[in-house]
């Protein structure tokens, strides 16, 4: 996805009903093991002003095939960072 925007939930069933009723306007199957629109994560707990909210990215690109941020409203620039980064390998 080119997610430039998101929604941050405060808990796991905000984020949960909110994820089915953007699938389900979307045409996204509820069916366990299917494609889904986004997997749940949460912000970092070292980023304070949003630390553990549970993040919904709001897919903005025109050309994607779920973009939705016409659907949504109240949410704020995507953050990268937000995510927990990848343990550097191991020296050699």
Partial sequence: MGCAKAKLYVTE???DNAL?????VLGIPHVDGTLRYCGKA?????HPEHANKYILPIETAT???WK????????????GDW???DPDPPPE
């Fill in 13 to 15: 069933s905000g984020f």
């Fill in 20 to 24: 089915t009723a953007l699938e389900e």
């Fill in 42 to 46: 949460q912000v970092r707990s070292d």
């Fill in 63 to 65: 050309g994607e095939r």
């Fill in 68 to 79: 939705c941020d016409h659907l949504v409203s109240g949410e704020i620039d995507y953050d």
């Fill in 83 to 85: 995510h927990a980064r």
